[in-house]
């Protein structure tokens, strides 16, 4: 990315192009094409945090995940939470995709966008239908506990540990 | 990536403690939302502003519609006016008869000392938007709390119930479709009487609930609502049997509808705003 990236009239079409998704996503979309719309938001919010990650991230995901969440008429923050593990995921890979061609970018992206739709709906289904208790979370840490007893265990009987093997 | 005027090590937080900041910001909206509405003010102040918005943005599929309207054949038209005109005149023969009946009933409350029905009145409302949800499905409709519409009350198309007024903003408002996961709706056997709980069961069907497998229904009854829960009124047409199957393992019968409205392509509904009737029980 060169300075000249940088200079303020980028701001101005970043701002345009989310502007111009929210608008696309507010027509009043039906049957297979709202079936197949992409959620153009999503897609430009992932673009520019690739392209100009000190500008848009995560609050910028944050905001139009619940301008999302009102649209769609669900509970606040569950697009919200989406973006922002999007953003976090690409992040994630971003020096990666940055070397990437379209191709390669897209096909990236696509466990991204799988991802971000899960999210959503694993927010929502909480949400929606609250567990019972907590007490299905239990095995983690009795998991943990048993962890620690393997590893102290394997330590007593082989010695200080495999990795002093290595 | 050092941009100049940063330090190259002092770079603030990392993305995963970000992450884990706004996760924990998202689930304290996703709390406050669901166990106190508190925000119920955010939602009301997004369909402020995108109200405007929306509207302008139904221009383009409405001018579609008009321009294929346009062009619509003469001999078609012709034909489509002389089959209204002959179904005018059928409705009209039953409009004189309910006429008559009304007159009949209310001479009848009036003998008997019953309190006369709840007046009815309609506000007409279009279609503005329809949105992804994985547990509902709803619809946007331009109507809202300016022209008295409450959350709660019904929505109907000339087929039939369409669903319910779910949230209610200052310009617009939200229906639940019947079609809807967990969207219950008291009805009655056209055919015979029997009545029952029809539930949403998403993809644009309802389940009629809870009938004993030796209950008298068969494919292409119809069902009415029942009017008992004092939500909707008696008589909506609501959906049509589709299929019967008896399961061995559970001893009601599994009856499978098909919603009368047309849920996914009416672009304009009718919501009944009955009066508000205080019942003490």
Partial sequence: MSPADQNHGSWRRILGTLFLAVLLEQMPWTGWGLALRPDFVLVGVLFWSLHQPARIGFTTAFLLGLLADFQDGVVFGQHAIGYVVGVYLLLFLRLRLLQFDPLRQAAQLFPILLTVQLTVLLVGWLAVNPPADLAVLLPVISGTVLWYLVAGFQRLWHGKGMQDRA | ?281
């Fill in chain 2, 1 to 281: 990536m050092a941009t100049p005027g940063q330090l190259m090590f002092a770079r603030g937080l990392g993305p995963t403690a970000r992450l884990l900041i706004w996760l924990l910001i998202g689930l304290s909206f996703v709390v406050l939302d669901v166990r106190y509405r508190a925000l119920d003010g955010l939602r009301s102040g997004f369909s402020v502003l995108l109200q405007p918005v929306r509207e302008t943005l139904r221009a383009p599929g409405d001018i579609v519609a008009e321009l294929g309207g346009f062009f619509t054949r003469h001999r078609l038209l012709q034909k489509e006016r002389d089959a209204l005109l002959a179904e005018r005149a059928q409705l009209m023969l039953g409009v004189n008869a309910a006429q008559d009946l009304g007159r009949e009933n209310a001479e009848l409350r009036t003998l008997l000392q019953l309190r006369a029905r709840p007046g009815q009145q309609v506000v007409r409302a279009a279609l503005l938007y329809k949105g992804h949800d994985w547990f509902s499905q709803r619809i946007t409709l331009d109507q809202g709390a300016g022209t008295g519409l409450r959350s709660g009350l019904p929505v109907v198309d000339a087929e039939g119930l369409v669903g319910q007024l779910s949230r209610v903003y200052p310009g617009s408002s939200e229906v639940t479709l019947v079609s809807s996961p967990g969207q219950l709706t008291p009805v009655v056997v056209e055919r015979t009487g029997q009545r029952g709980l029809a539930a949403g069961g998403g993809q644009g069907q309802l389940e009629l609930r809870y009938m004993p497998a030796q209950t008298d229904i068969q494919v292409g009854d119809r069902l009415l609502t029942s009017g008992i829960d004092r939500v909707y009124p008696a008589g909506i047409p609501v959906a049509r049997v589709s299929r019967v199957s008896r399961s061995q393992s559970s001893p009601y019968l599994r009856v499978e509808c098909v919603p009368l409205a047309g849920l996914e392509h009416s672009r304009s509904v009718l919501v009944l705003v009955a009066d508000t009737q205080v019942t003490k029980p």
